[in-house]
């Protein structure tokens, strides 16, 4: 919602208004909040990082749309 918000595309997801504004319609819209609890770890944690070459294109020809997603896994080890 965030980028159709920023280009202006909301009108794109059925049941948003047409004046629906990304912070203070966005809960009473979906139903939840767009934000959530951090969850701390009291343990240690191990990070990977993996990106594609920004200097490159990426072919999403085949596809309608492209996003960026951030994946979090946190997992207790006892």
Same mark, same amino acid.
């Given at each position: 919602m965030q980028y159709l918000y920023d280009v202006k595309e909301t009108d794109r997801v059925t049941g948003v208004p047409a004046?629906? +504004?990304? *912070? /203070? &319609?966005? +809960?009473?819209?979906?139903?939840?909040?767009? *934000?959530y609890d951090a969850v701390y770890v009291d343990a240690?944690?191990?990070?990977?990082?993996?990106?594609? &070459?920004?200097?490159?294109p990426v072919d999403i020809n085949s596809y309608e749309y492209m996003?960026?997603?951030?994946? /979090?896994n946190y997992e207790k080890n006892d």
């Open positions: 004046t629906f +504004e990304m *912070y /203070n &319609d966005f +809960e009473k819209t979906f139903g939840f909040s767009p *934000y240690p944690v191990t990070s990977f990082w993996y990106s594609l &070459d920004a200097s490159k996003m960026t997603v951030t994946v /979090n």
